[in-house]
């Protein structure tokens, strides 16, 4: 998870760079919130490390045969 955390960390980093400075918190506000809304829509937030349904496969044939 930390990884997942660091990344969403730097790619809020980088928009927030991109702006500079804002009028207000709200604006800041505003801009994390429709990033993290992109994420939560998208697979972005969905990768995943490991293939869990190959990790099923291998335990039940291994419990079938055990």
């Known amino acids: ?4 955390i660091e990344r969403l ?9 991109v702006v500079g400075a804002f009028p207000d918190g709200n604006s800041a506000l505003m801009l994390v919130c429709a990033r993290l809304r992109h994420v ?12 869990m349904k190959h990790l099923e496969t291998v335990l039940d044939d291994a419990f079938i045969a055990g």
């Open 9 to 17: 960390n730097r790619e809020i980093r980088r928009r927030t760079r």
């Open 40 to 51: 939560a829509g998208t697979q972005w937030g969905n990768k995943k490390y490991m293939n």
């Open 1 to 4: 998870t930390n990884n997942v």
